[in-house]
C-alpha cells in the first residue's frame, strides 16, 4: 500500500501542473484531496496495517498530501493571476475611442436679443428686474392711468384670465406694470430695465405675434427731463445696432406719459423708394416712450413735485428682427432648425 503513495503524488503532481483553469484545478484537488478522495481513501486503509508499516504508511500519506495541497494552492495562484489578465484586457475601457459627437443646440434668437439687451443696458448703469405674466388689472390698467371705462383700453386686445370677479385678472398686455411693481417696491433713485413676455389677442402678421416679448425701462430721479430721455435712447440705439443707426421721437399718445412719443430707428432694410418694410419713410417703429405721467407717480405713493422720471417699453422680438435682418417675425416661432441655425450662440 505504501507503494501507491509516490506513484499517487507523482500523478497529482502532473494532474496540478496540467489543470489549465481554476474549476479543473478544484476537480483535481477534491479527487485527490477531498473526504472521498483518493489520498484519503488510502488513508483510510492503515488501520488494517501492522503499527510499523503503518506509521511509515501514515507519515508518507501527511507528506504526500502536504506536497500536494501546497502545488494545488500554487497553481490556483497562478490561474488567478491569468484570469485576472484576461478579464482586464477583456474589460478595458478605451479612453482614447473617438465617438461621434453629440450635435449642440444653440440659444433661441428672442433669448439671445433677451440677454443681449441686458447686457447694454447693465452696461449704461441700469438694474433688471421681473413681474408675473399673469397679471391684476389695477397693475396692467388703473394703476397706469388707464381706469376701466378709459378708450385707451381699446389701445390692447386684452385676454383675461377667468380667476376671481369677471375682468379683474389678465394676460399682461405690455411689460409696463412691472413699472408699477418696481415703483412700489423700491425708492427712487429708480433706473431699472424689465424684459419679458406679454400676450395679446393679435392676429400673426410679418410684424405681429399674440405672444411676444418687451423690454421695459424705468427711470425715476430729481430733474428727469426729455432730453435724459432721448438722449439715453440714442445711447442705447448705437451701442446695440452699431454707429450707422440713429433714432428719432415721434409725438404720439400713451395715457401713462406725458408727453409720449414712438421711438424709431432707420430702416435696415430700406431699399430706398420701394421699401415694404418701412413703408418708405425710411424709419421703423420699436416701441413707445415719454415722461412718467404725474399720476402714475401719484397712484404709487410718489410725490410728483419731488420726482420726475422717463420710461420706455419696446417690441424685444422686432428688435431681433431689425439687428439680423429677418424681414417676418413668424420665422422665429415656427422651431424650423434651418433658421434657428443661422443664430448661433
Ligand atoms: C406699449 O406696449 C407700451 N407699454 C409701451 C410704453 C412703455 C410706452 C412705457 C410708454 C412708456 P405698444 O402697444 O405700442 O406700447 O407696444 C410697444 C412695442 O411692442 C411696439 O412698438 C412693437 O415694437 C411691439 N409690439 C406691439 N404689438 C406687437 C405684436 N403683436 N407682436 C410683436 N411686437 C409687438
Known sequence: MI???PELAAEGAARIAGAAELDALRE??????????RLTLLKKQLGGLDPDARRAAGQAINDARATLE???????????TVARSAQLVAERLDLTEVTEQRRRGSLHLVTQTWDRLVDVFVGMGFTVAEGPEVETDWHNFEALNIPSAHPARGMWDTLYVDLGEPET???????????????????????SVMPGRVFRRDTADASHMPVFHQIEGLVVDRGISFADLAGTLEAFTSAYFGGSIHSRLRPSYFPFTEPS????????????????TCGQTGWLELGGCGMVHPNVLTNVGLDPERWTGFAFGFGLDRLALMRHGVDDIREMYTGDVRFLEQFPA
Open 261 to 276: 412719443a414712438e421711438y424709431d430707428i432707420n430702416c435696415v432694410f430700406c431699399e430706398g423708394s420701394g421699401c415694404r
Open 169 to 191: 385678472v389678465v394676460l399682461r398686455t405690455h411689460t409696463s406694470p412691472v413699472q408699477i411693481r418696481v415703483m412700489t417696491d423700491t425708492e427712487p433713485p429708480i433706473y
Open 28 to 37: 483535481v484537488e477534491t479527487d485527490l484531496l477531498g473526504k472521498k478522495g
Open 3 to 5: 507503494d501507491q503513495v
Open 70 to 80: 501546497a502545488a494545488v494552492e500554487r497553481r490556483r495562484t497562478e490561474l488567478a
